[in-house]
């Protein structure tokens, strides 16, 4: 083995040493400006993430949150006014926060004023729809009384998340407003077949299929959309709330304090929901004496037990 001598070019201990503490210091500098730029670009990524996600949830507000328009035409007592031959009553569409117009009765009495508080999620409004519905169509078809019908929103939270009770009443606001002498035929038609309280109900796509199996024939497309939007929502929501609160106008009650409230000629029926005659025998009762002699119209009569 050869020892170095003092021409030997290889570094000394110390030299060897310092320059490993200069090494270390360079690696130390090179690993804080690296530890300080990947500060920089997370912080910057997560700004700019943090104005993605604000601008996204600014979107979904804007777009959730949209101005209140007018209800449905026809409505304008919060209620569908049917008639002879089972035509509507047309109406112009209430403006936002106007007071609903009451439907003026009839003064002689000659006419049952018949009105129906009802959500299409209520099994007891299904017993009365599928009891009476018949036999109501026929005495307003011939004019003998009038049928004003109320879709309300109460059950809303009772469809496994999916608000089918505000959606069908929505759509019912559609078809009053769009194709308004259809409307007791698409009444009846949501009842027909009438989800559980507690299931998700009828999809928007389920709905306008009974829109159509109904007979509506007009003005399909614009039903179509205002389903979609839900466009009559924030009326739907006033209009229930005005029925939860009161006051019920031409009335023996001051709310609506569950669905079906049935009113005749201003007094509640609390009878049987699965009886037609006794129905009947509470219309005639209501109406008073004016059908016990000749008048223009025809009285209301039972229909037959099948």
């Not at 030299?15 to 090179?30: P, S, V």
């Not at 007018?70 to 509507?88: K, W, Y």
């Not at 399909?220 to 939860?244: E, F, H």
Request: aromatic share 6%; net charge positive; with cysteine.
């Amino acid at each position: 083995m050869t020892n170095g001598g003092p021409g030997d070019s290889r570094p000394s201990k110390n030299q060897r040493r310092d320059a490993a503490r200069k090494k270390a210091t360079q690696l130390r500098e090179e690993q804080k400006k690296k530890d300080r730029r990947n500060r920089v670009f997370l912080q910057g990524g997560i700004a700019v993430a943090a104005i993605a996600i604000v601008g996204i949830i600014a979107l979904v507000i804007v777009n959730s949150i949209r101005p209140v328009g007018p209800g449905p035409a026809n409505m304008a007592s919060d209620g569908v006014l049917i008639g002879q031959g089972l035509n509507t009553v047309k109406t112009p569409a209430l403006q936002p926060d106007a007071e609903p117009i009451a439907s003026v009765p009839d003064s002689t009495g000659a006419v049952a004023d018949i009105r129906v508080y009802i959500d299409y999620l209520c099994p007891y409004c299904g017993q009365f729809e599928q009891t009476n519905s018949e036999q109501i169509a026929k005495w307003v078809d011939t004019g003998a009384a009038t049928v004003e019908i109320h879709p309300v929103s109460i059950l809303t939270s009772k469809s496994a998340g999916t608000q089918y009770s505000l959606r069908a009443a929505n759509a019912a606001a559609c078809v009053a407003n769009s194709a308004p002498n259809d409307f007791y035929a698409f009444n009846a038609a949501l009842f027909k077949d009438q989800p559980q309280e507690g299931t998700a109900g009828l999809t928007d796509k389920e709905i306008k299929q009974v829109v159509r199996s109904s007979g509506v024939k007009s003005s399909l497309s614009k039903i179509d959309t205002c389903i979609d939007d839900l466009q009559y929502k924030s009326w739907v929501l006033a209009a229930t709330d005005r029925a939860l609160t009161g006051p019920i106008p031409n009335a023996s009650i001051p709310k609506v304090t569950g669905t079906p409230t049935v009113l005749v000629n201003g007094k509640q029926y609390l009878g049987s929901l699965e009886d037609p005659k006794e129905f009947a025998a509470f219309v005639l009762q209501s109406a008073g004496a004016t059908y016990s002699t000749s008048t223009p119209t025809p009285t209301p009569t039972p229909t037959p037990a099948g």
